[in-house]
C-alpha cells in the first residue's frame, strides 16, 4: 500500500465512538489488515457494543482470542481461509498457518458453548480462486461438521488481467468480471454502474489514523476528506471534498478511478447474510431454560 500503516489506539477509538454512535448503526471492524494485531481489539469492539452499534469484523483467525471475542460481545465474526490445506491457503494468505486459523475457530466454538447467552454469530468465508476451487464442497462439509453459522464461497477480486488470468477460477460463477473482455485483456466487472454508488452516501472509511476516505476501494488514501480526530465527521461529511466527490459520481462515475473494478455496487447488505449457503441452529433450549436466560441478562 502506498499510505503509512500503523495501529489506532484506544483512546482515539473511542474518541471517534463518542461522536459517531448517536447516527451511526453499523461499525464493520475491518480494513485493509488484521484487526486483532490490535491488542485493545476486545475492548474497542465491547465499547462500541455498550453504545449500541451493531459489529461485525472479518479475520484470518490466526489472532483470535475466543474468550476475548465472547467479553467483546461482538454480533458478527468471520474466518476467511484461503484454501482447505496448508499449500492452497498460504497462496493467498502469505505465511499464514491454517492449523492455527482452524483451532483459533474451534476455540471460539468451543467458548461460545460456555456461555448460551452469548450471541455472536460465527461465519467461515471460503475465498475461491483457481488454485483452489477444487476444495470447494470439502469446504461446505467441513464448515457444516464444524458447527457454524454461516459458510460462504466468497467470489475472488484482481487487480490486473495478468491476476486474473492466473488467479480467477475456471467455474464463471464466480466471476463478477467480464469475461469477454478479459480475454480481450481487458478487466472490468460484468455490471458497470451508471453513475450510482450507494457506499459514498450512506458510509465512509475510518483508517488507522483517522483520515476519512469515501469507501474500502480506497485503501491508498487517494482521496482523504479529513480527519475525525481533528474535526467531527458532520463537518467531513458535509465539506467540500466529500461533496465535490459525490457530485463526480453522478457525473462521470467512469473517470472516478477507485469505481473502475468495484464489485460493491447495489445496496448494501450490512446485517443480512449476502450468501448464505446454509444456517444451522445453534441452540437448542426449551422455553423455562429460554426464561431463566433472560431472566439473568436483564439482572446484568
Not at 470447494?136 to 458447527?147: D, N
Not at 467480464?178 to 454508488?197: T, V
Amino acid at each position: 500500500m502506498e499510505r503509512s500503516t500503523g495501529i489506532m489506539k484506544f483512546n482515539q477509538f473511542s474518541q471517534i465512538i463518542d461522536q459517531i454512535h448517536h447516527h451511526v448503526p453499523v461499525l464493520m471492524f475491518y480494513f485493509m489488515g488484521e484487526p486483532f494485531l490490535n491488542k485493545y481489539a476486545y475492548e474497542m469492539i465491547r465499547y462500541a457494543r455498550s453504545k449500541g452499534m451493531y459489529v461485525e469484523t472479518c479475520t484470518n483467525g490466526e489472532f483470535v482470542d475466543a474468550q476475548g471475542i465472547i467479553y467483546s460481545d461482538i454480533n458478527k465474526i468471520s474466518f476467511q481461509i484461503g484454501g482447505m490445506t496448508q499449500e492452497t491457503h498460504a497462496v493467498y494468505r502469505v505465511n499464514g498457518d491454517l492449523d492455527k486459523s482452524f483451532g483459533k475457530l474451534y476455540e471460539l466454538l468451543e467458548e461460545r458453548r460456555k456461555h448460551p447467552e452469548s450471541s455472536v454469530q460465527i461465519e467461515v468465508g471460503f475465498i475461491v480462486m483457481k488454485h483452489n476451487e477444487h476444495e470447494v464442497p470439502e469446504f461446505m462439509r467441513w464448515a457444516e461438521e464444524a458447527g457454524v453459522d454461516v459458510a460462504n464461497v466468497i467470489d475472488p477480486c484482481v487487480r490486473t488481467p495478468e491476476q486474473g488470468k492466473e488467479m480467477l477460477p475456471d467455474d464463471r460463477r464466480y466471476w463478477f468480471y467480464d469475461e469477454k473482455a478479459l480475454s480481450q485483456g481487458i478487466l472490468r466487472p460484468k455490471y458497470l454502474p451508471h453513475n450510482e454508488c450507494t457506499w459514498v452516501w450512506n458510509s465512509v472509511v475510518i483508517n488507522w489514523n483517522g483520515s476519512i476516505v469515501p469507501c474500502c476501494r480506497d485503501p491508498n488514501g487517494r482521496h482523504v476528506f479529513g480527519n475525525i480526530l481533528e474535526t467531527p465527521l458532520r463537518e467531513i461529511w458535509n465539506s467540500t471534498k466529500a461533496v465535490e466527490f459525490r457530485k463526480s459520481i453522478v457525473r462521470n462515475q467512469g473517470a472516478v478511478d477507485i469505481c473502475r473494478l468495484c464489485s460493491g455496487y447495489g445496496v448494501p447488505q450490512l446485517m443480512p447474510q449476502k450468501k448464505m449457503e446454509f444456517s444451522v441452529q445453534r441452540l437448542s433450549l426449551d422455553k423455562a431454560k429460554i426464561d431463566e436466560i433472560c431472566a439473568n441478562w436483564e439482572k446484568k
